[in-house]
């Protein structure tokens, strides 16, 4: 069992930056892909991010390429997301999530699931 709790939502203009953290406790952190996902009111979960247990394979989605960057401190138990140069479209809430296995972007087979954090860009 792991349990996740995301945190570093809020409201931001655009341009502007948040640094999302997912804090992982119960079993061994590093064994597990973390991912990043989500979902605007009315909208299907969606994959942003992933990165495999010793962060040497990292996935994006194409919208957040070049302005998002995930990444793990498996010694602090620890996933963050940094976005930057955030759009009214990035507006959601966001999840982290966790899998046994290799990276996927498919919400489905992810395990585990934090209760989301609310990212609300501005125009």
């Known amino acids: 069992q792991v349990q996740l709790e995301e945190s570093g939502g809020g409201l931001v203009q655009a341009g502007g930056s948040l640094r999302l953290s997912c804090a992982a406790s119960?079993?061994?952190?590093?064994?597990?892909?973390m991912g990043w996902f989500r979902q605007a009111p009315g909208k299907e979960r969606e994959f942003v991010a992933a990165i495999n247990w010793r962060g040497s394979m990292i996935y994006y989605t194409d919208s957040v390429k070049g302005r998002f960057t995930i990444s793990r401190d498996n010694a602090k138990n620890m996933a963050y997301l940094q976005m930057n140069m955030l759009k009214p479209e990035d507006t959601a809430a966001y999840y982290c999530?966790?899998?046994?296995?290799?990276?996927?972007?498919?919400?489905?087979?992810?395990?585990?699931w934090g209760q989301g954090t609310q990212v609300t860009v501005s125009s």
């Open positions: 119960g079993r061994t952190f590093s064994d597990y892909t």
């Open positions: 999530a966790a899998r046994g296995g290799d990276y996927s972007p498919r919400p489905e087979l992810y395990r585990y």
